[in-house]
């Protein structure tokens, strides 16, 4: 059972699309349209999405989805609940600032570095790692999505200039993300 709304199972799904403000962040970022269908379990709806959307919209799908899964930690593990406002408006800054450093990275490089066990379906698995070097503000950034089946859904490698802390290096390597849609 969930143990924030005590509703229903804890699955991906219900984190991501129906516990507690999931569906008001959904509004406010405008992708309201993410919650419609009647999708059985995460993958469905996932892969759903990223068809759906275009570089862009599955950018901010995926940050959509950390920003809840982050307020489910804090609540769960922290005890801090976070209003819809105050996850979407973190969403919303992280896009727009994605977008800029996105705007002056060089081209990714696309790498299949394979080497791994696989997540327990539905679920996916993103491995990324980062190196952050504070004096020069430049960030390295690995990273693969793969589903249960192994497929690889995204992969690559990036290295980012101006990069203010290792938090935003780390939200870099979310960048592979956008891989997915094409
Ligand atoms: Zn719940």
């Not at 960030?139 to 793969?146: D, L, N, T, Y």
Request: charge should be positive; glycine fraction near 4%; hydrophobic fraction near 40%.
């Amino acid at each position: 059972m969930c143990p924030r709304c005590n509703i229903e199972a804890e699955t991906p799904l219900h984190i991501s699309t129906r516990c507690g403000p999931a569906q008001e962040v959904w509004r406010q970022v405008n992708l309201e349209w993410t919650l419609s269908g009647n999708h059985e379990d995460y993958w469905s709806w996932f892969t759903h999405l990223m068809r759906s959307s275009d570089t862009h919209a599955c950018f901010t799908i995926a940050i959509t989805i950390w920003g809840l899964w982050y307020a489910r930690n804090r609540h769960v593990m922290e005890g801090k609940q976070q209003h819809a406002l105050e996850i979407s408006a973190k969403v919303i800054s992280l896009v727009r600032e994605l977008k800029e450093f996105r705007a002056k990275l060089p081209e990714a490089r696309i790498t299949m570095k394979q080497s791994w066990t696989p997540p327990t379906d539905p679920m996916l698995k993103l491995n990324f790692d980062t190196a952050f070097h504070a004096q020069s503000r430049q960030s390295s950034s690995g990273f693969v999505v793969r589903n249960a089946q192994g497929q690889v859904l995204g992969s690559g490698m990036v290295r980012n200039n101006f990069v203010s802390d290792p938090f935003m290096a780390e939200m870099l390597a979310c960048l592979g993300w956008s891989a997915i849609c094409h």
